[in-house]
């Protein structure tokens, strides 16, 4: 989608590059079904990892149904409503140079037979623009066993909180996981805001 200038960006020292930051209630329960019906009615694919063929064997690393969400009619107000997050989130913690979305947003569905997706960044083979990873948490934690979402910072693993409506944003080189889970269903959306290519 074309650009729409919003994203803006203000140097300072001191930042921390390897934490996240999230809001709560900022989605109604009405706007998370909203969400999950438009999901549910896309045509869904099983993940693949960065940079793979997705004509290649889906691999085992990765065990989740996803489809994608364009930015139309429908799911304007959804792509505009995370852009206006990510320009609190951007500048209250990284001040990254971001100027769009990467992608349209990933409609992802983890299910209790040990949906998961392991260690991985966002960042890849023929993926070097991508600045700021987003979790939209459609699920409530009542609804599933497992499913954490988690980030390594260089030995020190974080349980991001699980919430639903909860989002996340954090810097897409983070390693992070979605750890299997056990029983239930977690549904999320998530997506990237670009940049210049990390250089």
Not at 105 to 127: E, K, M
Request: proline share 3%.
């Amino acid at each position: 989608m074309a650009s729409n200038n919003k994203f803006v960006s203000n140097q300072r020292n001191n930042v921390n590059h390897f934490n996240y930051y999230y809001f709560t209630n900022v989605f109604t329960n009405q706007e998370i079904e909203k969400i999950i019906e438009i999901g549910e009615s896309q045509p869904k694919i099983k993940g693949t990892t960065v940079g793979e063929d997705v004509s290649q064997q889906v691999s085992e690393y990765r065990v989740s149904d996803i489809s994608w969400l364009s930015n139309n009619t429908k799911t304007n107000w959804l792509f505009d409503r995370i852009a206006d997050l990510a320009i609190k989130a951007n500048t209250e913690m990284w001040n990254f140079d971001i100027w769009d979305f990467q992608d349209d947003l990933q409609y992802t569905s983890y299910y209790g037979n040990g949906g998961h997706y392991d260690w991985h960044a966002d960042l890849g083979v023929g993926i070097s623009n991508r600045k700021l990873s987003v979790v939209l948490q459609l699920s409530d934690p009542s609804e599933y066993e497992g499913g954490e979402l988690q980030m390594n910072t260089g030995g020190n693993i974080i349980n991001v909180p699980k919430e639903k409506g909860l989002i996340c944003f954090f810097p897409s080189f983070v390693l992070h996981r979605v750890t299997p889970l056990s029983s239930g269903l977690r549904r999320s959306v998530v997506t990237w805001l670009c940049g210049a290519n990390l250089r």
